[in-house]
Nanobody, 129 residues
Framework: QAQLVESGGGLVQAGGSLRLTCAASGLTFAPAPMGWFRQAPGKEREFAAS????????YYTDSVKGRFTISRDNAKNTVYLQMNSVKPEDTAVYYCAAADLAPPYLFFRSRTGEWYNYWGQGTQVTVSS
């Protein structure tokens, strides 16, 4: 059974940094594209960032470009989201997702939540102003 476990959330002041970690188990991690999504209170879940199985391709939503960096360590079955210059509007529950067995040529779909077949339980990020 595949499992994704997020960690690293917490309370941070605006302008600060935070690094989220997602540890994966039970899936074919190396080829699996991974994504980070977030859901703020009262809002729908939205895409934040994604990374291809090889780590050579990434996507970011416009609001986090230049501030967030997604990366992965396939030897550790782990994906990261480095969050810099955080803003109060970044406050949300952040979810890690995996598209296990997804072919690389479909990576363009990684901005869509329905493309993923495994999800973590989420980690809360709160940015104070």
């Amino acid at each position: 059974q595949a499992q994704l476990v997020e960690s690293g959330g917490g309370l941070v002041q605006a302008g600060g940094s935070l690094r989220l970690t997602c540890a994966a188990s039970g899936l074919t991690f190396a080829p699996a594209p991974m994504g980070w999504f977030r859901q703020a209170p009262g809002k729908e879940r939205e895409f934040a960032a994604s990374i291809s199985g090889s780590g050579t391709s990434t996507y970011y939503t416009d609001s986090v470009k230049g501030r967030f960096t997604i990366s992965r360590d396939n030897a550790k079955n782990t994906v990261y989201l480095q969050m810099n210059s955080v803003k109060p509007e970044d406050t949300a529950v952040y979810y890690c997702a995996a598209a296990d067995l997804a072919p690389p040529y479909l990576f363009f779909r990684s901005r869509t939540g329905e493309w993923y077949n495994y999800w973590g339980q989420g980690t809360q990020v709160t940015v104070s102003s």
